[in-house]
């Protein structure tokens, strides 16, 4: 899959965004029996599940973090639902593409404190969509 230019690698990631994190908690880990590592502020991740490179319960407060720089989602952006991360080729132009299409990005090529970077906006369907380049997980490839 190509957008003018752009080179999708692979999902590097996937997860529900969570308002109550102990309900989430409970399907994900407790009634699914899917292990996690925890990070600071409550983020479950594992690279353990076949066929996601990362899938995450990624607390809201940490997703309005990273996107706005604030724990709160501000109310004039729609709180999404899930977030999804394609790996591309380059970030940089991957995020010009889409802006030239109309999409209005949330970040723009913000390097995270792991070493990821990233542009993020809502696609249509209300998804937190990430266009990235993380290193750790590249480096399995």
């Given at each position: 899959?190509?957008?003018m230019g752009?080179?999708?690698l692979?999902?590097?990631?996937?997860?529900?965004?969570?308002?109550?994190?102990a309900?989430?908690?409970?399907?994900?880990?407790?009634?699914?029996?899917?292990?996690?590592?925890?990070?600071?502020g409550?983020?479950?991740h594992t690279?353990?599940l076949?066929g996601?490179?990362?899938?995450?319960?990624?607390?809201?407060?940490?997703a309005a973090?990273s996107?706005?720089?604030?724990v709160?989602?501000?109310?004039?952006?729609?709180v999404?639902?899930?977030?999804?991360?394609?790996e591309?080729d380059?970030?940089?132009k991957?995020?010009?593409?889409l802006e030239?299409?109309?999409?209005?990005?949330?970040?723009?090529?913000?390097?995270?404190?792991?070493?990821?970077?990233?542009s993020?906006?809502?696609?249509?369907?209300?998804?937190?969509v990430?266009?990235?380049?993380?290193p750790?997980?590249?480096?399995?490839?």
């Amino acid at each position: 899959m190509a957008v003018m230019g752009t080179q999708v690698l692979f999902i590097s990631g996937f997860g529900p965004i969570d308002p109550d994190s102990a309900e989430s908690r409970a399907l994900y880990r407790d009634s699914l029996g899917i292990s996690f590592m925890e990070d600071a502020g409550g983020y479950l991740h594992t690279g353990a599940l076949k066929g996601a490179k990362h899938f995450a319960l990624w607390p809201l407060s940490q997703a309005a973090q990273s996107c706005f720089g604030s724990v709160s989602w501000p109310d004039s952006v729609p709180v999404p639902q899930a977030w999804l991360e394609f790996e591309v080729d380059n970030v940089e132009k991957a995020t010009e593409d889409l802006e030239s299409r109309g999409y209005q990005m949330l970040i723009k090529n913000k390097t995270e404190p792991w070493g990821q970077t990233v542009s993020r906006f809502l696609s249509p369907e209300g998804l937190l969509v990430g266009l990235t380049l993380t290193p750790a997980l590249r480096e399995d490839d």
